[in-house]
């Protein structure tokens, strides 16, 4: 048996996760998708795109850094090229069930190989997601792992109720000095 971990607009789009067929998918992020059927598992807040600025967010990350006016976006204003490419990033703000790696998570991360990269935004999610598949792929049904268990991640707990993540917190992100940084503001 086999579980994709996909992530990014175009990995998970309703076009990708029809390629994807009867394997087990989790999408790590929210990526304005929603699952397309019942082995579609989302690492996100249902409640997400409530929260968003309303604007095409299928847009790629040269174009998310053209907007100028303040904006609440998904996790493509978290890749680590949009600071670099926005002339304005403190007009942004990100929201994302995923939380960034504490320090200790960092020094492993980044200890892991000669040229690693910092980790992302998403690199504890991604890690979470790797947790939950490689679980539920000692289960005899796959669909009904992910479905039905519960994990205790990085992340915190992650229960999954028809495809999303259910009771995921919402965090808020902002730019300062180009590193990404927890806004001051409750969770929801």
Do not use: C
């Not at 990014?8 to 397309?36: C, D, F, L, M, R």
């Not at 082995?39 to 299928?58: G, I, K, R």
């Not at 053209?66 to 204003?77: A, K, L």
């Amino acid at each position: 048996m086999k579980v994709v971990i996909a992530l990014g607009n175009n990995a998970t789009q309703s076009e990708a996760q029809e390629a994807v067929g009867a394997i087990p998918e989790i999408i790590v992020g929210q990526w304005q998708a929603k699952p397309t059927s019942k082995n579609v598992y989302m690492l996100a807040s249902s409640q997400l795109e409530s929260v968003l600025t309303p604007f095409d967010h299928s847009v790629t990350v040269t174009e998310a850094a053209d907007i100028q006016s303040p904006v609440v976006g998904g996790e493509i204003f978290a890749l680590a090229q949009f600071p670099l490419l926005n002339k304005h990033p403190d007009n942004v703000t990100i929201a994302s069930s995923a939380s960034l790696a504490d320090e200790d998570f960092r020094q492993r991360y980044l200890s892991s190989g000669q040229y690693v990269p910092e980790p992302g935004l998403l690199a504890t999610l991604s890690y979470d997601a790797a947790v939950m598949a490689l679980e539920a792929l000692q289960s005899k049904d796959v669909n009904r792992s992910l479905a039905t268990g519960s994990y205790k991640g990085l992340n915190g707990d992650i229960h999954l109720v028809d495809g999303y993540w259910l009771e995921a917190p919402i965090h808020y992100f902002h730019y300062v000095d180009g590193k990404l940084t927890p806004e001051d503001r409750p969770i929801k």
